[in-house]
């Protein structure tokens, strides 16, 4: 590194260090922090000294985590194919470090998201209130909807080897009886309304008792024995609901300058009690989406660290896979490096394991909005998709064995898994799109990730720097 400890006050030096800008020096004992690494991280410290990085961190691949081989990834997840089919605009988006589906779809070989009529026969009410399939859960047969959801799922997803990202898409309802508010308070009303018509004569209390519990175990069976089904018939995905952990961490609309972000106690609890559905996923996929009055506000941070711990705590060994969008919702507004930090980058530094990023048809409906798309991953997405995805490994492999994914030490902290910027260079592919990473990391590098993070392994490793096998 080529700056002195004594150059810069160290709350600049750390600012500027944590938002990928100019000195990652700080005032720390560096000699003290280097006896306390561990014989690997002394090792990587000095070998990655003398590695000159080519594409991506090329001498960090590391062994399967949970997908495409590293701690970290970026899935797209929106219906872009007509950019190219109607419009001649191509989103190469491969080039960038992001995964996706070769046809741009939202159904493919590497994500697959099942809305509510795509997937067996979801009850529900409809925009008129006409219940669909029974409307409610306890009016829908099963065993009906497992046969249907059987045929779909074989020939949404052929291949019996799939092991991509597979979310369930169904939002008309909630599984706890509690969380059928505004709109879905029908599900609660229609419960009860259903139970006088059996027991005319049962007092309004018991009514009320008997609705919800009988509301709850059918949700519960249907969402439950529908993952377990995907489990059944393609093992290697990573089945799971979209939205979930909820956190409704919505007070930044009342509270103002006391928001915290934190996840009310009351939700934390109702999420206490899902713990058949965290069981029954092979990884959670809460949602990360910032609307305009969030946009470069500091409420941003609270709001999506809250939501992504949240996952994290409940998830236990399972993945963890943040919705996130790179615009603001209902909106084709772009959102902005910070909130890109914010969100992103976040995710990343509080430990999981990738995002999703999802999008709507807005992104393809006409050449101007697929150009907008282009340029935005060109300029902006795809450096910072890059740079992220390149330090979560190099920190993995550093500190990790490969065998984990770098977390956070503080969550309250504002650490990144930044490429430092005295030590790597990320440029524009010479022959094409993308960018090439390139650069020598520092020992400090290393020192920075040990003193700011730590790991968090991979099922089948354990001890500090997993590096102990243990048997599942």
């Not at 493919?108 to 409809?126: K, R, T």
């Not at 965290?278 to 941070?301: F, R, T």
């Not at 030490?409 to 030590?423: E, I, N, Q, W």
Request: hydrophobic fraction near 35%; aromatic fraction near 12%.
């Amino acid at each position: 590194m080529v700056c002195d400890v004594t150059e810069v006050p160290s709350e600049e030096r750390n600012s500027r260090y944590q938002t990928c800008s100019d000195c990652c020096c700080s005032s720390w004992d560096r000699a003290a922090l280097v006896e306390t690494m561990s014989p690997r991280a002394h090792a990587w410290a000095t070998y990655c000294t003398t590695i000159v990085l080519s594409g991506l961190v090329s001498c960090l691949a590391a062994e399967l985590p949970v997908l495409k081989g590293r701690p970290f990834v970026s899935v797209w997840n929106a219906p872009t194919s007509p950019c190219l089919d109607r419009f001649g605009v191509t989103l190469d988006l491969s080039t960038f470090d992001i995964v996706l589906n070769q046809n741009h779809t939202f159904q493919g070989s590497e994500v697959v998201i099942f809305y509510s009529s795509q997937l067996g026969l979801y009850p529900y009410y409809d925009q008129s209130l006409s219940p669909v399939n029974g409307g409610l859960p306890q009016n829908n047969s099963l065993k009906d909807h497992l046969d249907k959801a059987f045929m779909d799922l074989l020939e949404t997803i052929s291949d019996p080897a799939f092991t991509g990202v597979a979310v369930v898409d169904w939002e008309s309802w909630r599984p706890l009886w509690a969380r059928n508010w505004d709109k879905m308070r029908v599900y609660q009303q229609s419960s009860q309304d259903l139970v006088k018509e059996i027991y005319p004569d049962l007092p309004p209390d018991e009514v009320l008792e008997l609705a919800k519990a009988e509301f709850e175990t059918a949700a519960r069976k249907i969402m439950q024995s529908t993952l377990e089904l995907g489990r059944e018939l393609r093992p290697n995905g990573l089945w799971g609901f979209y939205g979930f952990p909820g956190c409704y961490n919505y007070g930044y609309k009342n509270f103002g300058q006391n928001y915290t972000g934190k996840c009310p106690i009351d939700e934390i609890h109702r999420n206490d009690n899902l713990t058949w559905l965290w069981e029954a996923s092979q990884a959670l996929y809460p949602d990360i989406y910032l609307e305009q009055a969030l946009k470069m506000s500091e409420n941003v941070g609270p709001y999506v660290k809250y939501r992504v711990l949240e996952g994290i705590r409940v998830a236990k060994d399972l993945p963890v896979l943040p919705y996130a969008r790179i615009v603001y919702t209902y909106s084709m507004d772009f959102l902005t490096q910070e909130d890109l930090i914010q969100t992103i980058g976040q995710s990343a530094a509080l430990g999981a394991a990738g995002v999703i990023l999802w999008g709507n048809a807005d992104y393809s409906r006409s050449k101007e909005s697929c150009l907008a798309v282009n340029s935005y991953i060109d300029e902006t997405l795809g450096h910072y998709l890059v740079n992220v995805s390149s330090s979560a490994t190099l920190c993995s492999k550093a500190v990790c064995a490969g065998n984990g994914r770098c977390v956070r030490r503080d969550p309250s902290s504002d650490s990144y898994l930044h490429l430092h910027p005295d030590s790597f260079r990320i440029k524009r592919h010479p022959q094409g799109r993308g960018f090439v990473v390139s650069g020598q990391a520092s020992k400090w590098d290393i020192v920075y990730f040990v003193e700011h993070f730590h790991c968090r392994c991979y099922p089948g490793w354990d001890g500090e720097d997993c590096t102990r096998r243990i048997i599942l």
